[in-house]
């Protein structure tokens, strides 16, 4: 029964930047790792980057360096802030658990589109 709902895609050209948040609700948010996952057409669903209840971050290596997941336990949101975007991170952009991804909890994701 944990839903979460995804906003912030849109449209950047290269190098530019985009803020993803993520509402999360029926769960216990404070005590689960978090994750944001992306996936483009035809390819799998990959972990960009999760964050654990003790506020630990880590990073695909692609996203390391350039992006930055926080969570708000008070919101119960999640972010990711994606800076010095390329055309590669074109994608649809999903958060879940960041561990053991309830798979019947996949939201509709936020369209990230980077071209230039």
């Known amino acids: 029964q944990v839903q979460f709902v995804e906003s912030g895609g849109g449209l950047a050209r290269p190098g530019e930047s985009l803020k993803l948040s993520c509402l999360a609700s029926g769960t216990t948010f404070r005590l689960v790792t978090l994750g944001w996952y992306r996936q483009a057409p035809g390819k799998q669903r990959e972990l960009v980057a999760s964050i654990t209840s003790g506020d630990v971050a880590n990073y695909a290596n692609f996203a390391r360096g350039r992006f930055t997941i926080s969570r708000d336990n008070v919101k119960n949101m999640v972010h990711l802030q994606m800076n010095t975007l390329k055309p590669e991170d074109t994608a649809v952009y999903y958060c879940?658990?960041?561990?053991?991804?309830?798979?019947?909890?996949w939201g509709q994701g936020t369209q990230v589109t980077v071209s230039s």
């Open positions: 879940n658990y960041g561990v053991r991804a309830a798979e019947n909890s």
